[in-house]
């Protein structure tokens, strides 16, 4: 018997089975102490722990030089031709403790340099943006690289155009700022912009909106639309930071309206809303929302209304939501619910 333990490997008991510490039994499970030749090596104790960190840890920034002309504020480095762009901040509402924010970069074309890329004329501009909080901590970053391409033909039209990219990061209600650089890969000129911006606490109880939008496209979603930029709830709202439209191009009404009360008899808002169009502070017409096709979730009312252009003057107007609930009898008649744009 003594030889069989001898020749037999694994045969005998382990220091810690003659113990009394385990059981052969362990051995098939992996468990016990001293198990160390029966495990995998992602098992191991260390290979746990280095699979934790990393998964802790912030994702890799791929735009580094972008995200390091942020911090080094000791050096300056001003471009012959810096890249303009426009930067905008939008709200809306998820949950009594997050607010959907929304960061949108609008750049004419005109300040972008193409180049051929296989027959076809393109530009491409890397995007970096940093938020944190008023206390200094990072709650997020974006960071993308984006292209405009067209034909030859069409390139001396596409510079009259736009392009524009948005970012969507869940925050707390609180005081942020972002700082976002932008980086023309052919040239290398970069334009860099900082925005300081307050998250709104949204109470459950009370009337309020989220962001008024003015958008150059706004429809309903499709299949296709599913993870891409402009989705806000079952809409597409691609926005307009110029407020700038051309004379018979739709202008997209955006907006969602929180807590509005209820009518116990139809089941419908008890909610008066008016769209009001005014010129120089001459009011021009108003128009009161029938509710047709407005979609709703839980205390949630979406307006998405379009405003055409067709017969309107080439000139400067302006649009204002007024909300009345019936129910409360909260009025909301504030800036927050106009925005001014031109027609040419």
Do not use: C
């Amino acid at each position: 018997e003594k030889d069989a333990l001898l020749m037999i490997p694994n045969a005998g008991l382990t220091t810690a089975e003659q113990l009394g510490l385990s059981s052969k039994t362990d051995r098939i499970a992996g468990m016990g102490i001293g198990t160390q030749n029966y495990m995998r090596q992602q098992d191991t104790p260390f290979q746990r722990m280095e699979i934790i960190a990393n998964l802790q840890r912030p994702p890799q920034v791929k735009f580094s030089d972008l995200q390091s002309s942020l911090y080094n504020t000791d050096v300056t480095v001003l471009d012959k031709d810096p890249v303009d762009f426009d930067l905008r901040v939008d709200f809306f509402r998820q949950s009594d403790t997050k607010v959907i924010t929304a960061f949108t970069v609008q750049t004419s074309n005109k300040e972008l340099s193409f180049e051929d890329v296989g027959g076809l004329q393109q530009a491409t501009l890397n995007i970096f943006g940093r938020v944190t909080a008023v206390s200094g901590k990072r709650s997020g970053i974006f960071e993308d690289s984006v292209s405009t391409t067209a034909t030859a033909q069409e390139l001396a039209a596409s510079k009259d155009h736009k392009s524009i990219y948005q970012k969507a990061i869940a925050l707390e209600p609180g005081t942020y700022r972002v700082d976002v650089v932008v980086r023309d890969v052919k040239t290398g000129n970069k334009g860099i912009k900082n925005l300081g911006f307050v998250v709104p606490r949204y109470d459950e109880k009370k009337l309020s909106t989220s962001s008024m939008i003015l958008a150059s496209k706004l429809r309903g979603t499709t299949e296709s639309d599913i993870g891409t930029q402009f989705v806000i709830g079952n809409a597409k709202v691609i926005p307009n930071l110029s407020g700038v439209f051309q004379r018979g191009q739709d202008v997209g009404i955006y907006l969602q309206v929180y807590n509005a009360g209820i009518d116990q008899t139809t089941l419908r808002p008890a909610v008066d809303v008016d769209y009001v169009v005014s010129k120089a502070g001459k009011e021009l017409f108003r128009q009161r929302e029938d509710w047709t096709g407005i979609s709703d979730s839980g205390q949630r009312l979406t307006l998405a209304r379009i405003l055409p252009t067709g017969g309107v003057p080439p000139g400067d107007y302006e649009i204002k939501i007024v909300i009345k609930d019936r129910v409360s009898g909260q009025i909301l008649n504030d800036d927050k619910l106009s925005a001014k744009f031109s027609v040419i």
